[in-house]
């Protein structure tokens, strides 16, 4: 699996997503958690990138 890595460096996994969102009342595969954090992943270095670039 290609996220393997990732989820070595980072404490949020497909399964730690996945038990959260059944927590609040979502129903998602465990495919689907991975590519929510996937997602969310890619949208925070996107706003962290947009954030530093405004500060030069």
């Known amino acids: 699996m290609r996220n393997d890595d990732e989820n070595e460096r980072g404490k949020m996994t497909a399964e730690k997503t996945f038990k959260m969102l059944k927590d609040e009342g979502v129903e998602v595969t ?5 590519l929510i ?4 992943r890619k949208l925070a270095s996107i706003t962290v990138s947009n954030y530093l670039k405004t500060k030069q």
């Not at 465990?30 to 991975?34: D, F, G, I, T, Y």
């Open 30 to 34: 465990l495919e689907q958690a991975r």
């Open 37 to 40: 954090l996937e997602f969310l």
